[in-house]
């Protein structure tokens, strides 16, 4: 019933900046959990922030911590994720996500996922 789709991926140098975006429709966005996940061909999709429903609560993974922050914006059904000083490291498809549930690092805690957007870090 939650569709969502995530924009701002692109080619970046070493140490510059995006700033992806979710917009999200078909429910109830200021109740759900969002998350951001990345995933690289051949792993496994990887946890990279979450946000309560309110903004008051947020989680990182411990290599993103300091570099990316998650934010958003109710009144537009939007989740960001600005991303700076950005590694190659960093190179993966992101996906936006929603839950019903609490705070989590578990994709499998999410149900809505949007189709992914490509960010590619270069040396």
């Known amino acids: 019933q939650v569709q969502l789709v995530e924009s701002g991926g692109g080619l970046v140098q070493t140490g510059g900046s995006l700033r992806l975006s979710c917009a999200a429709s078909?429910?109830?966005?200021?109740?759900?959990?969002m998350g951001w996940f990345r995933q690289t061909p051949g792993k496994e999709r990887e946890f990279v922030a979450t946000?309560?429903?309110?903004?008051?609560?947020?989680d990182y993974l411990e290599s993103v911590k300091g570099r990316f922050t998650i934010s958003r914006d109710n009144a537009q059904n939007t989740v960001y994720l600005q991303m700076n000083s950005l590694k190659t490291e960093d190179t993966a498809v992101y996906y936006c996500?929603?839950?019903?549930?609490?705070?989590?690092?578990?994709?499998?805690?999410?149900?809505?996922w949007g189709q992914g957007t490509q960010v590619t870090v270069s040396s």
């Open positions: 946000i309560s429903w309110n903004g008051v609560s947020t």
């Open positions: 078909g429910g109830t966005f200021d109740t759900y959990t």
């Open positions: 996500a929603a839950s019903s549930l609490l705070l989590s690092r578990d994709s499998r805690r999410y149900r809505y």
